[in-house]
């Protein structure tokens, strides 16, 4: 908090001062279809769950539902129990990893970063290096050593090979170590004089201090992974394992018209977290990743 | 006798190390996990994949080196590996460049306004969802090949075809169609950080510009609002470059794997198809590094352009 204070009152003055220029009315002319375009796929899927078949069969389909039924949550998530893994179990699946990978995600992040941002500790400037650089390839390029790992260490089709290995994401201690660097180093120091030791001065103070930084990579923890397919469909073997995307992924290879509804729906479960997420963290983003940059 | 000669060794050894563990080791410990799991998945992965490149590995029998040959078969025979190749460096130079300067453009425009929290909403919002979700909306929908297509049905009755196009299944069309449907997701992170930058950005600078004679939007945003965030421009570009040589799931549910006659194969997919299914562990290592060479390549030269001086 105490640092986010000055940064917003920053930015209250900069709303006031762009009014020297004239209305921007330009802006909000392009500003406002460009974002009907960008939520009109979200619109559009959002009203296709909630059409009934003969609304679905309908061609061309109307934008906006007439008489919205939850028929094709029902069907996901019911009728498709009986024949073979519950729907629910997908959804189940995606929530535990992601649960997970959030708590222990910002935990171990937040965790390393303090040092490498507030400590000279040996080997500091090393990892940093090692960190911006692992930002610069795409992960993908991990892959197979990756795979090896959890393979040897017989994790393939568990939890924690959809878990373990995403936890080191560099951008989340990137990110947490920029935030961090803010923090007055003479209040730290003020703290080990009166006597706390370095792990209350963590929990209690530097904690409190970098939580729009935790919203972010919450956030970004979040979001990767409750919506990439990508190690799921590396380490899952069974089918009563798969994550929510990947189910959707193979919903979604049918073109019958009696599934799209079904699909839209998923796909609708899918999105609703991921927003209310969103508008929970924003604006703890907004205050954390103003400085986050690479001089280079 | 020996024994006595170790102890003694390492008590010598131990007062430097006591010392140096009571000075730095509690934040080791608190380093410890996430370095720990940053080792194994992301530092020695990289040092892996390069040593594998030199062989051949099946999984069921210990890697036997090889030598330069599984760089020589990629270069010299496998001549869907160029297709990746060209299809890769083709998409990411464009969907890249354009993801990250729509990001920075429609941030630009939200912060001039009010409601922003809306307008940044909209804009962020595919990004929130699946890219597997919005590429199978856009398959279902807009680019469907028959007449029930939306965009079919569109140019049908508008007389500019004559009949459906395929869009999913013909060569010259999947390309622009996964690049577009990319750029619903291209508004991601990047686009987050140019929304938190803009807003702090000095005011003094601004007022110090108005002063030296800037007049209007354009030339504050160009000569003042960008060169004071070199920082931002170097780390978004380079997440952005990142993401577009990184991509495959939007190519994969709108084309399948493999698509039509390759048409929007990536070098990641290429991999994918050698290490999971063939399981040919030592020639797809190869193929990563290659990937790796051609991404890192890309993003230090971003670093060359866009350091900051100081």
């Known amino acids: 908090m105490a640092i986010a204070f000055p940064l917003r009152r920053r930015r209250r003055v900069a709303i006031g001062s762009t009014k020297v220029h004239k209305e921007p009315v330009g802006i909000y002319v392009v500003l406002i279809p460009l974002s009907i375009l960008a939520i009109l796929p979200i619109v559009f899927m959002t009203s296709q769950a909630l059409k009934p078949i003969d609304e679905l069969l309908k061609f061309p389909p109307d934008l906006i539902v007439q008489h919205p039924t939850m028929i094709n949550f029902q069907n996901l998530l019911i009728a498709t129990s009986a024949t073979s893994v519950p729907f629910t179990r997908y959804i189940f699946n995606s929530a535990w990893v992601t649960v997970v990978q959030v708590i222990v995600g910002v935990t171990i992040g937040s965790l390393c970063a303090y040092p490498l941002a507030k400590i000279q500790v040996p080997g500091a400037k090393l990892i940093m290096a090692l960190v911006i650089a692992a930002l610069a390839f795409p992960a993908q390029v991990l892959a197979i050593p990756n795979y090896l790992v959890v393979s040897s260490l017989h994790m393939v089709d568990t939890y924690w090979a959809l878990i373990i290995p995403a936890l080191g994401a560099s951008f989340n201690v990137f990110v947490m170590v920029q935030f961090m660097s803010q923090i007055p180093t003479p209040l730290l120091e ?80 899918q999105f609703i977290p991921s927003l209310i997420i969103f508008l929970l963290s924003r604006a703890g983003m907004m205050q954390a990743l103003a400085h986050t940059g690479i001089k280079g | 006798m020996a024994r006595a000669v170790v102890a003694e060794r390492t008590t010598v050894r131990r007062t430097g190390f006591t010392a140096f563990w009571r000075k730095w080791g509690v934040y080791y410990l608190m380093m410890f996990p996430w370095l720990l799991i940053f080792f194994i998945f992301t530092v020695i992965p990289v040092l892996a994949a390069f040593g594998l490149s030199f062989t051949y590995f099946d999984m069921l029998q210990p890697p036997r080196f090889l030598g330069a040959s599984n760089y020589r078969i990629l270069f010299v025979d496998d001549s869907i590996f160029y297709t990746t190749i060209r299809n890769t460096i083709y998409f990411a130079f464009i969907s890249g460049p354009l993801g990250f ?13 009010r409601g922003r929290a809306l307008f940044a909403t909209a804009l962020y919002a595919p990004a929130m969802t699946s890219s597997i979700v919005l590429a199978i909306f856009f398959k279902q929908n807009l680019f469907s090949g028959d007449q029930y297509g939306i965009l079919n049905h569109f140019l049908l009755s508008l007389g500019v075809v004559q009949e459906p196009i395929i869009w999913l299944q013909n060569q010259g069309t999947l390309m622009p169609v996964v690049i577009l449907v990319s750029l619903w997701a291209s508004i991601n992170t990047g686009f987050l950080i140019w929304l938190a930058a803009l807003g702090s950005v000095s005011q003094e600078l601004y007022e110090a510009a108005r002063i030296d004679g800037i007049r209007n939007r354009f030339q504050e945003m160009w000569y003042v609002t ?85």
């Open chain 1, 190 to 269: 003020a703290a080990k004089i009166d006597g706390a030791r370095e792990w209350t001065i963590f929990w209690r103070l530097v904690i409190p201090m970098v939580r729009p930084a935790i919203a972010t990579i919450a956030f970004l923890t979040f979001t990767a992974a409750w919506n990439s397919a990508g190690p799921a469909l590396i380490y899952v073997r069974t089918e009563s394992m798969r994550t929510l995307p990947l189910a959707i992924a193979t919903l979604g290879v049918s073109t019958n018209i009696a599934t799209i509804g079904i699909v839209q729906a998923a796909s609708l479960l």
């Open chain 2, 101 to 113: 300067f729509l990001s920075f453009f429609f941030a630009w425009l939200i912060h001039q306004v």
């Open chain 2, 226 to 310: 960008l060169p004071s965030l070199k920082p931002q421009i170097l780390l978004t570009s380079v997440l952005a470059i990142v993401a577009a040589f990184g991509q495959y799931d939007i190519q994969q549910q709108l084309a399948g794997l493999p698509s039509p006659l390759y048409a929007v194969d990536t070098i990641v997919m290429h991999m994918l198809d050698y290490a999971f299914i063939r399981f040919e562990m030592g020639y797809a290592s190869a193929i990563a590094v290659i990937l790796f060479i051609v991404s890192f390549g890309c993003s230090r030269l971003l670093f060359r352009v866009f350091a900051s001086d100081d």
